[in-house]
């Protein structure tokens, strides 16, 4: 779901002619994007937006990823905003000027600052209308960039949900291929539970043991590193088997820690705009590569217009704009996500995202 927005200001903006793709299935609308010099090092971006579908609870919320593109005059290429916070939660020099209260998230660390979460403030439900947000430029990652540089600035929106921090299990305890689980197999449980004490593998075993499960689920309960082998209550596999003796590291993503995930699978719209941008070399490999041709491809109705837009390679898609973009491969799937300024997920968050803390279902994967 990507909405976008384009307008003209200081450090001498100019306007964009946007491909022709209708307003439905995307989220985020963005006007009046202005930008203006605050120091050496950094400009001040500002602009309106209305969202709608937001909503927040005690535990989940919604939210919508916000970020930046740019290109300089005379050049083709879009390149990504780099963003600077001296905080992740409501940093310095972001906020807005009316509408319901947000809160501003600026990812950090060595790949972080490529955008901002934007999110309600307080519980509620409805549509986002904000004016005057203002967001931080980074202007030291793009030193060809002067004072007399004329530009083109592009606002995105990507709608989010959040997937709070807790406790979840890897696998289901059935008979799936390549499926996670806890090792040792049921079978050789009742020969072990005596010989673990009184560690906490001990609840996590018994439990599995009580269940009906062939191959026991793994319980992720923190957000350390997580071992992995044929030894009793480490994790193992079937299929694609983890190190033995080894383990998964601290510093990867085991979904264990709160994360943001898109609400929904890319969806045709979304990749079709995201297609319009790309250098045409790329966009023509992911379009002859993943079988994209056509009304009646397999990404179902995402075709070339060739209707004279700024970079006269522009792609559209078909009537359902929110249905998924199917069949794409890992190439095109995570070069979307690095163009957005995200990153594909791991295997773990996808379980922990859709399971939550419950325990699982023997085979409940349908694909």
Not at 144 to 160: F, H, P, W
Request: hydrophobic share 35%; charged share 20%; with cysteine.
């Amino acid at each position: 779901m990507l909405g976008t927005g384009v307008g003209k200001a200081q450090v001498q903006m100019d306007g964009v002619k946007q491909p022709r793709l209708s307003p439905a299935g995307l989220h985020g609308n963005f006007s009046n994007i202005t930008v203006i010099p605050r120091d050496e090092k950094s400009a001040i971006v500002t602009f309106d937006m209305d969202w709608s579908g937001a909503w927040r609870h005690d535990v989940n919320h919604s939210a919508l990823w916000v970020f930046f593109k740019v290109r300089l005059d005379g050049t083709s290429e879009w390149k990504p905003v780099r963003l600077v916070a001296d905080k992740v939660m409501n940093p310095t020099g972001y906020g807005q000027e009316t509408g319901v209260k947000l809160d501003v998230l600026v990812p950090d660390g060595d790949d972080g600052n490529y955008g901002a979460f934007v999110r309600l403030a307080d519980h509620g439900m409805g549509t986002v209308k904000a004016t005057g947000m203002t967001a931080i430029w980074d202007l030291t990652t793009m030193p060809e960039i002067k004072k007399d540089t004329r530009i083109a600035l592009k606002v995105y929106g990507l709608r989010m949900v959040y997937v709070a921090e807790g406790s979840f299990y890897l696998g289901t305890g059935g008979d799936e291929t390549y499926a996670f689980y806890q090792y040792p197999p049921e079978k050789k449980q009742a020969a072990e539970k005596e010989r673990i004490g009184g560690s906490n593998a001990t609840m996590v075993v018994r439990e599995a043991m009580e269940s009906t499960a062939d191959f026991p689920p793994y319980r992720v309960t923190n957000s350390t590193a997580i071992p992995t082998g044929k030894q009793l209550g480490k994790l193992w596999a079937r299929g694609a088997e983890p190190e033995d003796g080894g383990e998964i590291p601290a510093t990867f993503p085991n979904g264990y820690k709160a994360f943001y995930m898109m609400d929904r699978p890319i969806p045709q719209a979304a990749f079709a705009y995201f297609l319009c941008w790309l250098p045409p070399e790329m966009a023509e490999r992911f379009m002859n590569g993943d079988g994209m041709q056509g009304p009646g491809g397999w990404f179902g109705r995402i075709y070339k217009t060739n209707d004279g837009t700024d970079n006269t390679y522009a792609f559209t898609h078909g009537r359902l704009k929110s249905r998924s973009t199917w069949w794409l491969s890992w190439e095109a799937g995570a070069t979307f996500a690095a163009w957005t300024g995200l990153r594909p997920m791991t295997e773990l968050e996808h379980e922990k995202a859709l399971r939550g803390p419950r325990y699982p279902v023997v085979n409940e994967a349908a694909h």
